[in-house]
């Protein structure tokens, strides 16, 4: 039995300068462009999608055929000869080991082309043609995911991951495999209903181990558990893409039953209508975050104790509960420059606040790779005095003067298999170094545009972050599972940007000209 396995993993940020061009997918670390075993052999220890595919593999005894795997980190628009590029050179491996019994889709769910606004809608559409209408086809998305019709049209199965940060990716991939695999023996005939109110999630109020979203994600386990509903999914969606889908979605599949499929979909988006106010609350300011964080700070965590995270995903109240709970750095994350949304990743409007208020203490990266090669040519141990971050574009602040020492130099690859975003394991941030600065502050200077989702990012540059007052985190979500286990508190920072919850402030062209919060007499 022949499964492939293929996909284009790409969250656009429409509003981003940074094209994602092919060079940008060639030049993206360990995971870019992978071909054949290489994507199994990257994957397979991950919590990532493929991983789950590799275990309904194993677990079904069907053949997993890896084709071809593209992803690069969240920037601006695929270019139209990148899209050609790569679409091409997988589906001429699609046709040509031809015939499959099912094929199995790693795409995120909120990637646009020059070409094609709902470039996962085309995806799914060019696979379904290939292959034609009697071949299962399974697609698992990142919970960012805009999901049109068209990408429910084309597959027989398509899952969300259900927990943000993304602690379950390859939990769902396996339920997939696993709905694909039944398929094809023809144990079950699965029915796929969408439901896409006129609604949308801040970014703010998207973690899912609080309210709002908590008890969203609880309805969504409890419909699964219907007789006759084989899978359920809640979509947040991606603000940052101007397209007609973007919004949250909700989706219901069933054995053969379309009446069940619909009100199941439906049931679940009347819930989150309902909620739509709560869904895109306000949250603090840098000054306040900084103030608050500046005069609670108890010390740091002691070494070795953290706070309970769950690993599989399963549990999605990620909260501190241990004795040393109020302990710890306080993580600040800085939304208008969450480098998993498509951001610059080189900020500097939290470090030039706090140099304002005189508050010092804080552990932040930034992407600079024109002063990492001044300071590789400094050299180690040597005082540096240089303007870094805010380089990319005017919507990030100005560069910071900084004068400091420079502790280390080293190529920003690691390994990380705690709980991560999005299940990764392989990590590569570019040549990276770091400067500890006369006014108390630790930066640590990328190559590469690198989120902050895990904390061996900073261990395998000598940092232990469990020793600041406050660690400035670029994210929203995303740095949750790192960081969560050692912070006092987790403070979200409404500061500008490419990824700022102040959505007023971008030029939308395509989206739904009636959608909540942006029209507030909305129906449903």
């Known amino acids: 039995m022949k499964f492939a396995l293929l996909g284009i993993s790409h969250e656009t940020n429409t509003f981003s300068k940074v094209p994602a061009s092919y060079e940008e997918f060639q030049n993206s670390g360990r995971s870019g462009l992978l071909y054949g075993k290489d994507i199994l052999d990257h994957y397979k220890e991950s919590n990532y999608t493929i991983a789950g595919y590799i275990e309904s593999s194993l677990k079904n005894n069907f053949n997993l055929i890896p084709l071809m795997h593209a992803q690069t980190g969240p920037i601006g628009t695929i270019t139209k000869d990148a899209y050609d590029k790569i679409s091409t050179e997988m589906f001429n491996m699609l046709k040509n080991q031809a015939p499959w019994d099912a094929v199995l889709i790693a795409n995120h769910g909120a990637a646009v082309s020059e070409e094609f606004p709902d470039m996962d809608g085309q995806f799914c559409k060019s696979v379904r043609k290939i292959v034609g209408p009697n071949v299962p086809i399974g697609i698992t998305l990142d919970m960012h995911a805009n999901v049109s019709k068209m990408v429910i049209d084309n597959t027989d199965a398509c899952l969300v991951w259900r927990t943000c940060p993304h602690l379950d990716a390859k939990i769902r991939g396996s339920k997939c495999g696993d709905i694909i695999y039944k398929t094809v023996k023809k144990e079950i005939i699965p029915i796929q209903h969408i439901e896409t109110p006129p609604l949308l999630v801040n970014i703010v109020k998207q973690f899912t181990g609080e309210e709002p979203m908590k008890s969203l994600v609880d309805d969504c386990f409890k419909e699964n558990k219907t007789p006759g509903v084989i899978d359920t999914s809640i979509a947040e969606g991606y603000p940052y893409a101007d397209v007609e889908q973007m919004g949250m979605s909700w989706i219901a599949i069933t054995d053969n039953n379309v009446n069940l499929a619909e009100k199941t979909a439906k049931s679940m988006a009347r819930k989150g209508w309902?909620?739509?106010?709560?869904?895109?609350?306000?949250?603090?300011?840098?000054?306040?975050?900084?103030?608050?964080?500046?005069?609670?700070?108890?010390?740091?965590?002691?070494?070795?104790?953290?706070?309970?995270?769950?690993?599989?995903?399963?549990?999605?109240?990620?909260m501190p509960t241990s004795e040393h709970s109020s302990l710890g750095p306080y993580v600040l994350m800085d939304v208008g420059d969450n480098i998993g949304g498509g951001s610059s990743a080189d900020s500097t409007f939290i470090l030039h606040a706090a140099r304002e208020l005189n508050i010092n203490g804080i552990l932040q990266t930034l992407y600079d790779p024109e002063a990492v090669k001044i300071c590789v040519k400094s050299g180690v141990r040597s005082n540096i005095e240089l303007f870094v971050g805010a380089k990319t574009d005017s919507m990030h602040g100005k560069p910071i003067k900084i004068s400091g020492k420079i502790r280390s130099v080293s190529d920003g690859k690691f390994l990380d298999h705690r709980p991560t975003h999005g299940g990764y394991s392989n990590f590569d941030n570019g040549i990276s170094v770091r400067i500890d600065t006369s006014d108390g502050n630790t930066i640590l200077l990328n190559s590469n545009r690198s989120g902050n989702t895990t904390r061996e990012q900073m261990y395998s540059n000598g940092i232990k972050p469990e020793s600041y007052k406050i660690i400035v985190a670029k994210g929203v979500s995303s740095p949750r599972p790192a960081y969560q286990?050692?912070?006092?508190?987790?403070?979200?920072?409404?500061?500008?940007?490419?990824?700022?919850?102040?959505?007023?402030?971008?030029?939308?062209?395509?989206?739904?000209?009636?959608l909540y919060p942006f029209d507030l007499n909305a129906n449903y």
């Open 485 to 514: 286990p050692i912070a006092a508190k987790i403070l979200i920072v409404n500061t500008p940007g490419v990824t700022t919850a102040d959505l007023n402030t971008f030029n939308y062209i395509r989206r739904r000209k009636s």
């Open 274 to 318: 309902n909620k739509r106010e709560e869904l895109n609350a306000p949250v603090m300011s840098i000054e306040e975050a900084l103030n608050k964080a500046n005069q609670e700070y108890v010390g740091p965590k002691p070494e070795g104790v953290e706070n309970p995270l769950p690993s599989d995903g399963s549990a999605l109240q990620i």
